[in-house]
């Protein structure tokens, strides 16, 4: 089973910052199959990246997502309020799926 | 536009049963795999189980240790979740969510329902 560790597990930044979320496989993973989830409070969870880098549809390009091997980066340009939420890295290449444990982003 | 409603959930004694379902529209339900995640209280998302287009094949979290079952009627496009001997680590939301492709691993999960919140407690 891949282990995906995400880092940190609370980022606080101010409006207009850039965010940048790490996280990491247990094992060289494709690249192919990798994906990111926001899940804002309250909320179920919504797709905003595949396939690494690919945004999924009506996420905005201040969403992009990088990374091959065992270390992918969610970045967040621009942080605006909205975007305080929790994420989750997601590998889908291999049965059982896994999720990290999740980074929560505070807007100070 | 895709919309996934979940029903079934409540409060159940450890060791009890529930079927979870989820009504399905908006979009060829037959054309798609379908999954369950739950999330316990104040955690993180945990897969549950997998079930191809055609219900030909199904897959489980071992964690969970056969107790619970994935099933789908593609007649009536709801999505099921039988779940048995259920403890109070069972406790959780549990999401339907759409796989974007048929159900073979290699597609990512891009639609979510609203989540069905299920407690186990004596």
């Known amino acids: 089973e891949i282990v995906l560790t995400q880092s940190p597990g609370t980022l606080s930044l101010s409006p207009g910052e850039r965010a940048t979320l790490s996280c990491r496989a247990s094992q060289s993973v494709s690249s192919s199959y990798f994906a990111w989830y926001r899940q804002k409070p309250g909320q179920a969870p919504r797709l905003l990246i595949y396939g690494t880098s690919n945004r999924a549809t009506g996420i905005p390009d201040r969403f992009s997502g990088t990374g091959s091997w065992t270390d992918f980066t969610l970045t967040i340009s621009r942080l605006e309020p909205e975007d305080v939420a929790v994420y989750y890295c997601?590998?889908?290449?291999?049965?059982?799926?896994?999720f990290g444990q999740g980074t929560t982003l505070e807007i100070k | 536009q895709v919309q996934l409603v979940e029903s079934g959930g409540g409060v159940v004694r450890p060791g009890g049963s529930l079927r979870l379902s989820c009504a399905a529209s908006g979009f060829s339900f037959n054309d798609h795999g379908m999954h369950w995640v739950r999330q316990a209280p104040g955690k993180g998302l945990q897969w549950v189980a997998v079930i191809w287009y055609d219900g030909s094949n199904k897959f489980h979290a071992d964690a969970l240790g056969g107790r619970f079952t994935i099933s789908r009627d593609n007649s009536n496009n709801i999505l099921y979740l039988q779940m048995s001997s259920l403890t109070v680590e069972d406790t959780a939301v549990y999401f339907c969510?759409?796989?974007?492709?048929?159900?073979?691993?290699?597609?990512?999960?891009?639609?979510w329902g609203q989540g069905t919140l299920v407690s186990v407690s004596s």
């Open positions: 969510a759409r796989d974007s492709g048929r159900g073979f691993t290699g597609h990512v999960i891009d639609s």
């Open positions: 997601h590998y889908y290449g291999s049965s059982p799926y896994t």
